[in-house]
């Protein structure tokens, strides 16, 4: 699903609304664009926290939305960050009062339609297609690497 979702051809923008955690913030990560409400929710990959290390893909996809050093800190010390925060570290691209989130999703929809669709497709796809084509052939070892951890018993026991 996500790797379907990451390669999509059209404008792809997340509405959050509340907490944002692990699958939720893959989902976030793999869009075009991301809208968070203002609140106390958080958004994040946890996982380490109860000694789940996220696959690398994870790891890949979060570094090319914020860089690899916040990425590395966040995805190891399982840090779940607040609109602002978020914000701050680009993890998110905007903070709007829920009332406005999907009117401003709408807006940002226009813009990317607005933009030629061919060209706006093969940008895309030149700063997504070597990750994609990486994961791709990267699918199976990470699966059976996450069920390797999932099923540890250090895991299990947590």
Same mark, same amino acid.
């Given at each position: *699903?996500?790797?379907?979702?990451?390669?999509? @051809?059209?404008?792809?923008?997340? &509405?959050?609304?509340? #907490?944002?955690?692990?699958?939720?913030?893959?989902?976030?990560?793999?869009? #075009?664009?991301?809208?968070?409400? /203002?609140?106390?929710?958080?958004?994040?990959?946890?996982? !380490?926290? &109860?000694?789940?290390?996220?696959?690398?893909?994870?790891?890949?996809?979060?570094?090319? &939305?914020?860089?690899?050093? %916040?990425?590395?800190?966040?995805?190891?010390?399982?840090?779940? +960050?607040?609109? =602002?925060?978020?914000?701050?570290?680009?993890?998110? @691209?905007?903070?709007?009062?829920?009332?406005?989130?999907?009117?401003?999703?709408?807006?940002?929809? #226009? =813009? +990317?339609?607005?933009?030629?669709?061919?060209?706006?497709? /093969?940008?895309?796809?030149? *700063?997504?297609? /070597?990750?994609?084509?990486?994961? =791709?052939? %990267?699918?199976?070892? #990470?699966?059976?690497? +996450?069920?390797?951890?999932?099923?540890? /018993? !250090?895991? %299990? !026991?947590?």
């Amino acid at each position: *699903f996500w790797l379907s979702l990451y390669s999509l @051809d059209i404008p792809v923008v997340s &509405v959050i609304e509340g #907490d944002c955690l692990a699958a939720g913030c893959i989902i976030a990560l793999s869009s #075009d664009y991301r809208i968070m409400s /203002e609140g106390d929710s958080k958004i994040g990959i946890s996982g !380490t926290k &109860v000694g789940i290390a996220p696959p690398l893909w994870v790891c890949k996809l979060m570094s090319q &939305v914020i860089g690899i050093s %916040q990425a590395d800190r966040a995805i190891q010390l399982g840090t779940l +960050f607040s609109p =602002k925060q978020a914000l701050s570290i680009c993890l998110i @691209d905007q903070v709007v009062a829920q009332e406005e989130c999907h009117h401003t999703a709408l807006s940002v929809v #226009d =813009k +990317f339609l607005s933009v030629d669709h061919l060209a706006r497709s /093969e940008i895309k796809q030149r *700063f997504r297609g /070597e990750l994609i084509s990486e994961l =791709k052939n %990267q699918l199976d070892a #990470d699966r059976d690497d +996450f069920i390797r951890v999932i099923s540890s /018993e !250090t895991t %299990q !026991t947590r």
